[in-house]
């Protein structure tokens, strides 16, 4: 279905201070940015308010007075569109999904219906500014309540919906699989902003929302396979040595740019990748068969360099939690310390530049 977007933008946000409430972070992206995501499909969209920086392009327009409430808003919004469907969302809606946005515009389309509202789980709420409309109900019903009360400016919300026919799009309590909060959480108050940035941080989630920002940073529109590329990471970094993550990973992306930036380039490089490391997993084994195996799959460098004093180590070894021995670090690598060598990414015992590490004092007797 073709529709335009309206995002109202333009509230005084007197429970935040009066801060720039659009222009607030989650996750490292605006709340603007964040609502907008949702609704990216959107043939056209206007955004009242003061112009901001966003990360995709979108049409500007302000009330007659600027500041004059939702109702002002939405007919400024009207004026600034022209398809007979409009999407209609405030900007503080960290979480808004664009399935949701879809479950709307599809309320659209029962007959007779002239509105469809996210309902909200949490109070029962109906939602004008995450809602559905058809043009053609809402000029008229923003017309009547001009034509009653003189103006639209500084009136309720609440006088828009009484004469709509109205279809309620019942929204889950959680918006996602892991116990998220609802499309429908918005950002009134500090409070409710610190609940926002700490829902995203939750394990579980903080992944997914690290890619998203880093994808809209980078101006990025495509699926990543984050288990193809964490998988690779681990496989370089086991394989290989730790530092060969990263790296990894940075190469997988340069040569799939090359080849033309698809999820099927990625995925080819990544599969290309993961077979040469497993070669050289293999070929390891087979070089030093009988050698003792290191946390990140290197052989563990022994230094002869002096011998040990009886009863004491020649260096302090760190305790390992052997029942984290397969999982990855951030960066797909594993979480424990390794011998010096390969944190230097040597895996021979020695130390930067190739010059080898002294052995530690002896304590005294």
């Known amino acids: 279905m073709t529709y335009d977007a309206l995002v109202i933008a333009g509230g005084r946000a007197r429970r935040l201070g009066g801060a720039d409430k659009p222009a607030l972070t989650v996750g490292g992206r605006t709340l603007l940015d964040r609502t907008l995501a949702a609704c990216a499909d959107a043939a056209r969209t206007v955004v009242v308010g003061p112009r901001r920086p966003t990360h995709r392009p979108v049409e500007w327009t302000r009330e007659r007075r600027p500041g004059a409430g939702p109702l002002a808003a939405l007919d400024a919004g009207l004026r600034a569109s ?163 993550a990263p790296l990894t990973t940075f190469l997988i992306g340069y040569a799939a740019a090359r080849g033309g930036g698809t999820t099927e380039d990625i995925a080819r490089a990544a599969l290309r990748a993961a077979a040469l490391a497993e070669r050289w997993g293999e070929e390891q084994e087979k070089s030093t068969p009988n050698a003792p195996r290191g946390e990140d799959g290197q052989n563990e460098p022994t230094d002869t360099s002096r011998p040990r004093a009886s009863g004491s180590a020649s260096r302090t070894e760190e305790p390992t939690d052997t029942s984290r021995a397969d999982e990855p670090d951030e960066t797909g690598g594993t979480d424990r310390p390794g011998s010096a060598g390969e944190q230097n990414g040597t895996g021979n015992g020695e130390g930067v530049a190739g010059v080898r590490s002294p052995a530690p004092q002896e304590p005294p007797d």
């Open 82 to 244: 022209t398809a007979p469907t409009l999407l209609v969302l405030s900007a503080d809606l960290p979480f808004l999904r664009p399935v949701t946005v879809a479950a709307l515009l599809r309320g659209l389309r029962t007959d007779g219906v002239e509105a469809a509202l996210a309902h909200d789980p949490a109070d029962g709420r109906d939602q004008p500014l995450l809602a559905a409309y058809h043009r053609e109900p809402l000029e008229r019903e923003l017309a009547l309540i001009a034509a009653e009360h003189g103006r639209l400016d500084h009136l309720p919300l609440r006088l828009l919906v009484p004469e709509l026919v109205v279809a309620r799009v019942p929204l889950p309590a959680h918006g996602d699989p892991t116990g998220g909060p609802p499309d429908t959480a918005d950002c009134d108050t500090w409070d409710d902003l610190a609940a926002a940035r700490g829902h995203i941080r939750e394990h579980g989630r903080m992944l997914d929302e690290w890619i998203a920002a880093l994808k809209a940073e980078l101006d990025l529109d495509l699926d990543v396979d984050q288990a193809l590329l964490l998988d690779l990471a681990r496989d370089a970094a086991h394989s290989v040595t730790r530092p060969a």
